[in-house]
């Protein structure tokens, strides 16, 4: 049987073996984007991944419906589209048989 002193050794190993797993360290360059602002530098940040996916989640999700509504807008497009043509075909032929009966008669 372990003892409580045991279990927070183990314990506090768990949590730095996690926090190593999750946190990263990232270099970023910053470039001025307008006059005034300081010369081109590098950052070195240690994020944590898991927070920065669901920093972003949101706006991945609302990325997805947007592409989402864009496509059943433009299938809903794409089906005027076809019955106007359909129609402009049914007109055509409807069109065509009436000359034809007048070039026969």
Known sequence: MLSKKDLQAIRTIIQEELKELVMRDIVMEKAPRKPGDPPKHTEKLTVNVIDEI????????????????????????????????????????ELQEVTEQKKIA
């Open 54 to 93: 669901a920093k972003y989640m949101p706006h991945v999700e609302g990325a997805i419906r947007g592409v989402q509504h864009d496509v059943n807008v433009n299938n809903n497009s794409q089906l005027a589209v076809a019955k106007t043509l359909l129609s402009l075909r049914k007109g055509f032929h």
